[in-house]
């Protein structure tokens, strides 16, 4: 169990985390959800024992990462910006840190194995794309087959095939019974990958339910609408009182309106309805629960 | 690149003990190692350093009068190594926080010291090995070069030993000064001019002030110390000031060199990295 008590951070004047107390439970894969700049990196590393919190721990399993014996060994972490020396090969890298934690040579190939880098694996990092290093990142949190794998933004970089790969590896991960915490700001990847969400914003605590709740709590929901002829659908959604985009595959995304509401306002206008589905609506929720909480905003 | 579902097992169990400074040198050997520019460097500082000795060396062979401590003279590409071994001292731990490796570092072994101490004794390590090598290496290339002329030097000489000795351990002495400036500045431009102001800026300003200043320092300054020990009798540079014997001198380049590493890692408990 990873568990955050009262956890807060100060840069300067800048608050970055907030008396923030949540828990990471075994077994299943728990979503790390903030804006860009709520926190979430600053949080990870002090759970590795990079950054001090000013106040307030974090603990493992009720030990500070500190004085862990074997640390890799226990906790496995990507670290957000890629942390490594550009001049070393890959295998170099990772052997390096595994010497670190007494971790035998052939667990160096294996991990690179696991995450595909094998034929570039004597290849200088600095040569190495966004997602290879991304991969490599996995590659070194993998080493010492930790019970607590923490990632900061996982899929950043990496291309849809790897994208799906990461969601895999994360929760085969949890299956086999570790503590799997990621964070994203993409809320769309953590519907598909997250059993559980942390969710943040301004370095405070916003929510920490099952994914299934979060959704379910959010006050907006919005429909996925076909019908024949949008132009005239759309006025009448405007004069019902509802709202509607046009979406690029020729469908309309509409707000404000059950529906219920929606098929009924179809029939009435005579329109056919060719598809009317509930959107997975967590990028919604997300965005209302952290609106007031997003530390940059571009004018609109 | 087609990946198949991973095989994740669960099962490495942790030996007994806990990870230490044991681990720490072999990871920091293989780190040392394995970034390429640092063979090469140490290959460059080698011909460079005995290319030097044997130009200096092929210089004084011509003269027809025996010059005073040719050793010094055969030495003299130490003034290069000084410089070069101080700068991959700095390197050694600055490129860690340049391109943020020190947080991968700092993951596989959270506790500071143990990180800053291995680093310390590996590069000194590198240092007094390098340098040994240097020393006696240039010296019997010299040897070989004056045997017959005006300033023939033999290994038997008193105070050859000792400078041959020494020098080595001058060298590694510089190469952890230079760590220790890195572990305290972590920016390798500043950590870089620190090393060299410090050596070469602040002797030169030093060397230019009123006489009682330059009596109470100058002896302290860490290229004088090296003038010391580089030379069999008193480096005429510093005649007529007084300075520490080289034992002495090495001694306080070791303390310099500890409280640098020590300020380092009191920082590194301290600082976010």
């Known amino acids: ?300 | 690149m087609t990946i198949s579902p991973p095989p994740v097992v669960f099962e490495m169990s942790a030996p007994s003990g806990r990870a230490g400074l044991r681990q720490a040198i072999r990871a920091e050997w293989t780190k040392f190692w394995s970034v390429r520019s640092t063979p090469w460097s140490l290959f460059a500082l080698v011909v460079a350093t005995i290319g030097i000795g044997v130009l200096s060396t092929h210089a004084l062979h011509d003269q027809r009068f025996p010059t005073p401590d040719p050793i010094r003279r055969i030495l003299v590409g130490f003034n290069l190594s000084q410089f070069a071994i101080g700068v991959l001292g700095v390197l050694f731990i600055s490129a860690e926080y340049g391109t943020g490796q020190i947080r991968s570092t700092l993951a596989a072994m959270p506790r500071r010291p143990i990180v800053i101490g291995a680093k310390a004794i590996v590069m000194g390590g590198v240092g007094l090995v390098i340098g040994e090598i240097l020393s006696f290496v240039t010296f019997f290339i010299g040897h070989a070069m004056l045997s017959g002329s005006a300033s023939q030097v033999s290994f038997n000489s008193p105070g050859v030993v000792r400078v041959l000795i020494e020098s080595g351990v001058y060298i590694a002495l510089l190469g952890l000064i230079g760590l220790g400036i890195a572990s305290i500045l972590r920016n390798s431009a500043g950590s870089i001019a620190t090393f060299a102001g410090a050596l070469l800026i602040l002797t030169i300003l030093i060397a230019a002030m009123p006489t009682f200043i330059v009596n109470a320092v100058s002896r302290y300054l860490p290229l004088n110390i090296g003038s010391t020990i580089l030379s069999i009798g008193p480096p005429p540079r510093l005649q007529g000031t007084p300075v520490f014997s080289s034992t002495v001198g090495l001694i306080l380049l070791g303390v310099y060199a500890l409280v640098l590493l020590s300020a380092g890692w009191v920082l590194m408990n301290r600082r976010d990295s």
């Not at chain 1, 916003?206 to 429909?223: C, G, H, L, W």
Request: glycine share 10%; proline share 3%.
């Open chain 1, 1 to 300: 169990m990873i568990g955050a008590r009262e956890l807060t951070k100060k840069f300067g004047s800048v608050v970055a985390v907030d008396h923030l107390t949540f828990d990471v439970a075994p077994g299943k894969v728990t979503g790390f959800l903030g804006p860009n700049g709520s926190g979430k990196s600053t949080t990870m590393a002090m759970i590795m024992g990079i950054d001090r919190p000013n106040s307030g721990s974090v603990t493992i399993d009720g030990q500070n990462y500190h004085d862990l014996r074997w640390p890799l060994r226990e906790v496995g972490g990507l670290l957000e910006a890629r942390a490594i020396h550009p001049g070393r090969s890959a295998r170099l890298h990772l052997w390096s840190l595994a010497q670190y934690n007494s971790i035998k040579k052939s667990r160096v190939d294996e991990v690179l194995e696991i995450v595909g880098l094998s034929e570039v694996a004597n290849k200088r990092v600095g040569k190495f794309s966004l997602g290879m290093g991304q991969r490599l990142g996995i590659a070194a949190a993998l080493l010492g087959d930790p019970g607590v794998v923490l990632l900061d933004e996982p899929v950043n970089g990496l291309d849809p095939e790897g994208i799906r790969w990461m969601r895999t590896l994360c929760k085969s991960l949890a299956s086999e019974g570790r503590i799997v915490f990621i964070s994203s700001h993409l809320m769309a990847e953590m519907a598909l990958t997250a059993d559980q969400l942390v969710v943040i914003g301004k370095g405070r605590l916003i929510a920490e339910m099952p994914v299934a709740d979060f959704v379910a709590n959010s006050s907006i929901q919005s429909f996925r609408v076909r019908v024949a002829s949008p132009e005239s659908f759309v006025s009448a959604l405007e004069s019902a009182g509802g709202t509607s985009s046009a979406n690029n595959d020729g469908s309309m995304t509409v707000t404000g309106m059950d529906a219920r509401a929606i098929g009924d306002l179809a029939l009435s206008e005579g329109i056919a309805v060719y598809e009317l589905t509930t959107q997975a609506s967590l990028e919604d929720a997300f965005m209302e629960m952290t609106s007031d909480s997003v530390e940059y905003r571009g004018a609109s």
